[in-house]
């Protein structure tokens, strides 16, 4: 079935974006990138999109492709991700996130755009009371990263109040793993995330992990995280696209995990396994602001979308992110 529009994907060769674009067309959607490519890679974009090297802020570019392409939705993954970097120079942050969305909300509505998906996080709740999260917690987060999306889904809600346009805001908890055929993954260098950092040291790339903090309130004592594989949080987008589409005077805040978690010392242990080796670990102090637990509640996801987790297994997340790790080796050497 033909699709009714194209889709603006900004940040569309990054991480997340790129497997987001991949969904898309794989799903038959025509889509747009625009990507400044400063943390993002062209090679990442498949060839059936359309690649614009720019800025998500650049309200008379985006004004443009929305007009040029006949946009429909925008799913906005523009934007910078790291936590410490945001307590060290949280004016970055609050431009590239709060304030290029802004920009970008606004060429949206004078575009016509009807629906819009935002890339929000679990960091928006902070150190929540108790896990698993709901969606309904009260939102109060400990880094100018946090803050900075927290403050684009308020803007989304209020556009959404005063102009014909939907929203969803997905609030992703840990991502990782790679597109199953090895189209895209995690290319980022200097990466944090945990199960990137562990399979680049179990390529090489690096002799050891740290283990920031043993002494946490879980049954082992390092920091439990809920890991949702790259694929099944871009198929939900796609299934948030429908939904706006079905309903369009809803908007939707949702959580995008699977409602369990895993400790760091069991996701490396997950690495060994899928190895066959054995990791160095390093034990350091907690890093400041670290939750004990960070674990969706998804039932509300599951509910209302057209989307059930397809990927659902550390051993195979941990050997999808390994797969990706080799090729980019190749393809960096």
């Not at 033909?2 to 060769?13: E, M």
């Not at 992990?209 to 694929?231: C, K, L, N, Q």
């Amino acid at each position: 079935m033909s699709k009714p529009f194209p889709v603006l994907v900004t940040g569309g060769a990054g991480y997340i974006g790129s497997h987001a674009v991949l969904a898309l067309l794989d799903a038959g959607w025509a889509v747009v990138v625009l990507d400044n490519l400063v943390t993002g890679f062209d090679w990442a974009v498949d060839e059936r999109a359309t690649l614009i090297e720019g800025a998500a802020e650049d309200m008379a570019l985006t004004g443009r492709l929305i007009a040029d392409h006949g946009i429909g939705a925008v799913m906005h993954f523009a934007g910078s991700v790291v936590v410490p970097e945001s307590v060290a120079d949280p004016l970055k942050y609050y431009r590239n996130n709060t304030a290029a969305s802004r920009a970008l909300i606004e060429s949206a509505v004078t575009g016509g755009v009807r629906h819009f998906i935002f890339s929000s996080t679990a960091a928006t709740y902070g150190d929540a009371e108790s896990v698993p999260i709901r969606e309904d917690a009260a939102t109060d987060p400990i880094n100018p990263y946090g803050r900075s999306k927290l403050m684009t889904e308020a803007m989304l809600r209020d556009v959404s109040a005063a102009h014909p346009m939907n929203h969803a805001a997905l609030r992703y908890f840990n991502v990782a793993g790679a597109d199953p055929q090895q189209r895209s993954g995690q290319s980022t260098a200097g990466a944090t995330h945990l199960i990137k950092v562990a399979v680049e040291a179990a390529t090489g790339k690096r002799d050891h992990v740290v283990v920031f903090g043993a002494d946490f309130d879980t049954a082992d004592g390092t920091g439990v995280r809920d890991y949702i594989h790259v694929s099944d949080l871009a198929a939900a987008h796609v299934a948030a696209l429908d939904a706006l589409i079905a309903e369009p005077t809803r908007s939707r805040t949702l959580n995008c995990g699977y409602g369990h978690g895993y400790s760091v010392l069991e996701v490396l242990d997950a690495v060994d396994r899928v190895t066959n080796r054995k990791i160095e670990r390093r034990f350091a102090g907690r890093r400041a602001g670290d939750p004990a637990a960070l674990v969706a509640d998804n039932s509300a996801i599951v509910r209302e979308l057209a989307w059930k987790p397809e990927r659902d297994d550390l051993d195979l997340i941990v050997g999808d992110a390994l797969a990706w790790e080799r090729a980019l080796a190749t393809r960096r050497g």
